[in-house]
């Protein structure tokens, strides 16, 4: 059974785009999140989700939204989507103070 | 700012030797460091973890040590293998969310057999 799961895996784009990539977990848990991994590798938190209430919000453009229908599910919509979005979009969930579960991530390439 | 210095960005080792990563966090409050694998094309997961409220920990070839006077933490890795050969990423949470983790820059770990 897979606990954390995204769609898509991969996802290829012209600039100017409009996205979405969602996530799944079926662990129980209370927070999901969304983390940015760049090519440097560096992995970056951008948003969570308690509950269906947003809790983290970092510095990210407001381009990007997050969405959360219920407390298994977070998606993130990007509106405009810019060279500089390319990255892997990797999902996680946790209990509260839990350990963080990673979804396989969501490569995308903006052309 | 939030910061966690990791180090060293690139380590080889050969195999059956042991292997360490140090970091460095900025938040004297922070109280949760894990530390995440992340094999190639993979996604992190984790491997250890330590609360501020212990200063080592142990699991079979691994063990997380915690200075929090200095603010630093170690991954030590013993009898080292291929199949460890992967990216790894400190983590610390922040004071005022403790599910808000600042991950270190990740240290790609290569074990030659």
């Known amino acids: 059974d897979t606990a954390v799961s995204q769609t898509p895996k991969y996802l290829v784009t012209q600039m100017g785009n409009d996205k979405s990539i969602k996530c799944e977990q079926n662990?129980?848990?209370?927070?999901m999140y969304w983390y940015k991994q760049d090519s440097k590798k560096f992995l970056k938190i951008m948003f969570s989700?308690?509950?269906?209430?947003?809790?983290i919000n970092e510095t990210v453009p407001n381009r990007f939204s997050p969405k959360s229908p219920d407390k298994a599910h977070l998606n993130l919509h990007i509106n405009s989507l810019e060279l500089g979005d390319s990255a892997v979009y990797f999902c996680?969930?946790?209990?509260?103070?839990?350990?963080?579960?990673f979804g396989p991530g969501t490569r995308l390439t903006v052309l | 700012g939030e910061n966690v210095e990791q180090h060293p960005s690139t380590l080889s080792v050969q195999e059956g030797d042991s292997a360490v990563i140090k970091c460095t966090y900025s938040?004297?409050?922070?109280?949760?460091f894990p530390w995440y694998k992340q094999e190639l094309g993979k996604r992190p997961q984790l491997i250890i973890d330590?609360?501020?409220?212990?200063g080592e920990k142990k699991d079979q070839r691994i063990a997380v040590t915690l200075n929090k006077t200095a603010k630093h933490f170690s991954l030590h890795i013993t009898e080292t293998q291929p199949e460890d050969s992967a990216v790894y990423f400190c983590?610390?949470?922040?004071?005022?969310?403790?599910?808000?983790?600042?991950f270190g820059t990740g240290t790609r770990l290569q074990v030659f057999p």
């Open positions: 996680a969930s946790s209990q509260t103070r839990g350990e963080q579960f």
């Open positions: 662990l129980g848990h209370d927070t």
């Open positions: 989700y308690n509950n269906k209430e947003l809790i």
């Open positions: 938040d004297s409050a922070s109280n949760y």
């Open positions: 330590i609360r501020s409220n212990v």
């Open positions: 983590a610390a949470s922040m004071a005022y969310n403790t599910d808000k983790l600042i």
